[in-house]
């Protein structure tokens, strides 16, 4: 059946079974459908929302166009696990169409309070003139799972000398005080995130800016999220309008984080140090933590970016989330490791030591689709070493390190059919690597995140090869590396 309708501003509860049907069944029946990453059933999917443990679970939900690869009238859409590696689809949780979200449930937070999961999003709405006008909103879930919205806006109104730029609430509760931090524009067409604070999640005050030393750092600052961790203060945002210079700030928007002393909640003042971005690779955007029950502060992004197209968008649906990851300070940075619940996803093992020089090699059982594959390359002579994955004869995708430089690089220059190449198809970072470098690659049907030196820094990627894409290979030039590898089939 041809799918005809309005993507954009088509509701989702105005269309036929049988024109849903027929979305699911072309979305199926794409070649690069995610075998262990939370990916949409149809439609967009794109920043995590609602964060959280609840009721025994833990409880995430994602902004969701449902009728089309684009960014139309959006869904939360909710999804639960009991291990953060196997996620249930649980459907619809928050619907527009109230005048509070007339044109879209918007991003945002939860926190469990009192036996029940309040969710706080920005409801987006627009005037006769096009005009938006957003709501910070509030709805809560009750241990059935039974959602059901606040009459109306929690917060009503934007403050003086700010823009209608304004979403994105991340909630926290000290002492007997709950905040919230909200991204924001200033009427100077600048970023910044400011501060509210409320005694019962209902009645909310407008507590003032985050003063930060990042006066004129963007033009917006989406998804704010501020947490305390190792006795610091870490403010996680995605600033928009960087311009890139070398190395840094490559993609169309970025995501980083600052870190420092603990926010002064009464004089708003963030003493910290500089922005970092928290990925080097090239699809990450808009990532959300939460504190699970055993004290572990755990990050998901967003595996994709607003404003560019992918090849699974011809499908019927766009992008995924990434891994949870487990977030810890070192040396004043974030370091990001994959959970260990990931191990669950362990199947076979294949293991191979061996040196290599001024060659590429392969060996029986390293190859695949869907895997984990953990590569330590010690006593370097050569000028680069790395791995070439998701190959053939024609296509591969590289991550490597450039010893003389000191510089790690990944390639998807020829990982298939190309994306985002206006914003070049390498992306690097610099890395004073001691005497080993270690990659921990997820390899999935068409993505890869790769932890570098267990975490100091995390290279995400879509990639989009064919499906006789399987080769691996490891590589050194100018000299010889010595390797030990093991790899998973997931």
Request: hydrophobic share 35%.
């Given at each position: 059946?041809?799918?005809?309708?309005?993507?954009?501003?088509?509701?989702?509860?105005?269309?036929?079974?049988?024109?849903?049907?027929?979305?699911?069944?072309?979305?199926?029946h794409?070649?690069?459908?995610?075998?262990?990453?939370?990916?949409p059933v149809?439609?967009?999917?794109?920043?995590?929302?609602?964060f959280?443990?609840?009721?025994?679970?833990?409880?995430?939900f994602?902004?969701?166009?449902?009728?089309?690869?684009?960014?139309?009238?959006?869904?939360?859409?909710?999804?639960?696990?009991?291990d953060l590696?196997?996620?249930?689809?649980?459907g619809?949780?928050?619907?527009?169409g109230?005048?509070?979200?007339?044109?879209?449930?918007?991003?945002?937070?939860?926190?469990?309070?009192?036996?029940?999961?309040?969710?706080f999003?920005t409801?987006?709405?627009?005037?006769?003139?096009g005009?938006?006008?957003?709501?910070?909103?509030?709805?809560?879930?009750?241990?059935?799972?039974d959602?059901?919205?606040?009459?109306?806006?929690?917060?009503?109104?934007?403050?003086?000398?700010?823009?209608?730029?304004?979403?994105d609430?991340?909630?926290?509760?000290?002492?007997?005080?709950?905040?919230?931090?909200?991204?924001a524009?200033?009427?100077?067409?600048t970023?910044?995130?400011?501060?509210?604070?409320?005694?019962?999640?209902?009645?909310?005050?407008?507590?003032?800016?985050?003063?930060?030393?990042?006066?004129?750092?963007?033009?917006?600052w989406?998804c704010?999220?501020?947490?305390?961790?190792?006795?610091?203060?870490v403010?996680?945002?995605?600033?928009?309008?960087?311009?890139?210079?070398?190395?840094?700030?490559q993609?169309?928007?970025?995501?980083?984080?600052?870190?420092?002393?603990?926010?002064?909640?009464?004089?708003?003042?963030?003493?910290?140090?500089?922005?970092?971005?928290?990925?080097?690779g090239?699809?990450f955007?808009a990532?959300?933590?939460?504190?699970?029950?055993?004290g572990?502060?755990?990050?998901?992004?967003?595996?994709?970016l607003?404003?560019?197209?992918?090849?699974t968008?011809?499908?019927?649906?766009?992008?995924?989330l990434?891994?949870?990851?487990?977030?810890?300070?070192?040396?004043?940075?974030?370091?990001?490791?994959?959970?260990?619940?990931?191990?669950?996803l362990?199947?076979r093992?294949?293991?191979v030591?061996?040196?290599i020089?001024?060659?590429?090699?392969?060996?029986?059982d390293?190859?695949?689709?869907t895997?984990?594959?953990i590569?330590?390359f010690?006593d370097?002579d050569?000028?680069?070493?790395?791995?070439?994955?998701r190959?053939?004869?024609e296509?591969?995708?590289?991550?490597?390190?450039?010893?003389i430089n000191?510089?790690?690089?990944?390639?998807?220059?020829?990982?298939?059919?190309?994306v985002?190449?206006?914003?070049?198809?390498?992306?690097?970072?610099?890395?004073?690597?001691?005497?080993?470098?270690?990659?921990?690659?997820?390899?999935?049907?068409?993505?890869?995140?790769?932890?570098?030196?267990?975490?100091?820094?995390?290279?995400?990627?879509?990639?989009?090869p064919?499906?006789?894409?399987?080769?691996?290979?490891?590589?050194?030039?100018?000299?010889?590396?010595?390797?030990?590898?093991?790899?998973?089939?997931?």
């Amino acid at each position: 059946m041809e799918w005809s309708i309005d993507k954009k501003n088509q509701r989702i509860e105005n269309v036929s079974q049988a024109e849903m049907d027929a979305l699911v069944a072309k979305v199926n029946h794409c070649s690069w459908r995610q075998t262990f990453h939370v990916q949409p059933v149809t439609g967009l999917l794109n920043d995590p929302n609602g964060f959280s443990f609840f009721n025994g679970e833990y409880h995430l939900f994602y902004q969701w166009h449902p009728l089309g690869p684009v960014h139309g009238l959006k869904y939360w859409y909710h999804v639960k696990s009991s291990d953060l590696v196997h996620w249930e689809n649980v459907g619809i949780g928050l619907e527009p169409g109230d005048y509070f979200d007339s044109h879209g449930a918007y991003s945002g937070s939860a926190i469990a309070y009192k036996d029940e999961l309040y969710l706080f999003y920005t409801g987006n709405t627009r005037d006769e003139d096009g005009i938006r006008h957003p709501y910070q909103c509030m709805a809560v879930m009750n241990q059935s799972g039974d959602i059901k919205k606040f009459s109306g806006p929690v917060i009503d109104h934007v403050p003086e000398g700010y823009t209608e730029h304004f979403r994105d609430p991340k909630v926290w509760k000290e002492g007997n005080t709950f905040y919230a931090v909200i991204g924001a524009q200033r009427t100077n067409n600048t970023g910044c995130v400011v501060l509210y604070q409320s005694t019962d999640l209902v009645d909310w005050t407008f507590a003032g800016e985050i003063q930060t030393h990042l006066d004129s750092f963007g033009y917006m600052w989406e998804c704010p999220d501020y947490f305390t961790f190792q006795d610091q203060g870490v403010l996680i945002f995605s600033p928009q309008g960087l311009e890139a210079v070398e190395g840094v700030y490559q993609n169309i928007y970025q995501s980083g984080y600052i870190i420092g002393e603990k926010l002064d909640l009464n004089e708003r003042t963030f003493n910290h140090g500089d922005f970092h971005e928290l990925d080097r690779g090239f699809d990450f955007y808009a990532p959300q933590t939460m504190l699970d029950p055993n004290g572990r502060r755990i990050l998901i992004g967003w595996m994709g970016l607003p404003d560019i197209a992918y090849p699974t968008d011809k499908s019927g649906w766009a992008h995924c989330l990434t891994l949870p990851r487990e977030l810890s300070i070192e040396n004043d940075k974030l370091i990001q490791k994959p959970i260990h619940e990931l191990q669950s996803l362990r199947q076979r093992e294949y293991r191979v030591t061996d040196s290599i020089s001024n060659e590429a090699k392969s060996y029986r059982d390293f190859l695949g689709e869907t895997y984990e594959l953990i590569v330590e390359f010690d006593d370097a002579d050569s000028s680069e070493f790395g791995i070439e994955f998701r190959a053939n004869k024609e296509e591969k995708t590289v991550i490597k390190y450039d010893t003389i430089n000191k510089k790690i690089t990944l390639d998807r220059t020829s990982s298939g059919e190309a994306v985002g190449v206006d914003y070049g198809t390498k992306r690097t970072c610099k890395l004073e690597a001691a005497d080993q470098i270690k990659f921990h690659l997820f390899v999935d049907t068409s993505s890869v995140e790769i932890f570098v030196n267990d975490g100091e820094e995390v290279f995400t990627a879509r990639i989009f090869p064919s499906q006789d894409s399987q080769d691996i290979r490891f590589f050194a030039k100018d000299g010889a590396v010595e390797m030990k590898a093991i790899k998973w089939d997931y």
